[in-house]
C-alpha cells in the first residue's frame, strides 16, 4: 500500500468516528434523562 493510500484510509476512518460521536452527541442531547452524571 502507498503513502498516499494508506492516509486516505485513515481519513475515512477519521469521518467515520466524527459521525458516530456526531450521532452520540445528538443522542444524548434528545435523551438528556438517560445520562449518567
Same mark, same amino acid.
Given at each position: 500500500? %502507498?503513502?498516499?493510500? %494508506?492516509?486516505?484510509?485513515?481519513?475515512?476512518?477519521?469521518?467515520?468516528?466524527?459521525?458516530?460521536?456526531?450521532?452520540f452527541?445528538?443522542?444524548?442531547?434528545?435523551?438528556?434523562?438517560?445520562?449518567?452524571?
Amino acid at each position: 500500500m %502507498k503513502k498516499s493510500e %494508506k492516509q486516505l484510509q485513515n481519513y475515512d476512518d477519521y469521518k467515520i468516528a466524527i459521525n458516530k460521536y456526531d450521532k452520540f452527541i445528538s443522542w444524548i442531547e434528545d435523551n438528556p434523562d438517560k445520562k449518567k452524571n
